[in-house]
């Protein structure tokens, strides 16, 4: 399963930023998928996931400020980040695996396949 993250950058707090993981059609429709902050030497967070089927989960820490989406022309998965602010800083990683994300963000478990990632960098 090839992932590949784009769309990080740098921008002042209050701003926004588009996230876009690019992934082969079949992911889509078969796995769920999902994006994640990593800051620093902490563990990777789920910040939203969206099932085969479309449903989508938003974890509380950001909902009314992020968005999930699928592009189905593009074949991505895009991360709408908004009023973002310093604590957002760090990795963003998009990731998918074959079992049911309310299993996955409910037993907090590890997605089996990952992307490089997208530094995003949120300045006060």
């Known amino acids: 399963v090839l992932l590949e993250e784009s769309g990080g950058g740098s921008v002042n707090s209050g701003g926004s930023l588009r996230l876009s993981c690019a992934a082969e059609?079949?992911?889509?429709?078969?796995?769920?998928m999902g994006w994640f902050h990593k800051d620093s030497d902490k563990e990777p967070v789920w910040l939203a996931t969206m099932e085969n089927h479309g449903e989508v989960i938003i974890a509380d820490s950001v909902k009314g400020r992020f968005t999930i989406s699928r592009d189905k022309r593009k074949n991505t998965l895009d991360l709408q980040m908004n009023n973002l602010k310093p604590e957002d800083t760090g990795m963003y990683y998009c990731?998918?695996?074959?079992?049911?994300?309310?299993?996955?963000?409910?037993?907090?478990?590890?997605?089996?396949?990952w992307g490089q990632g997208t530094q995003v960098t949120v300045s006060s």
């Open positions: 059609p079949y992911t889509h429709t078969r796995y769920c």
């Open positions: 990731a998918a695996d074959e079992r049911a994300c309310t299993w996955l963000t409910s037993s907090n478990s590890r997605f089996r396949y």
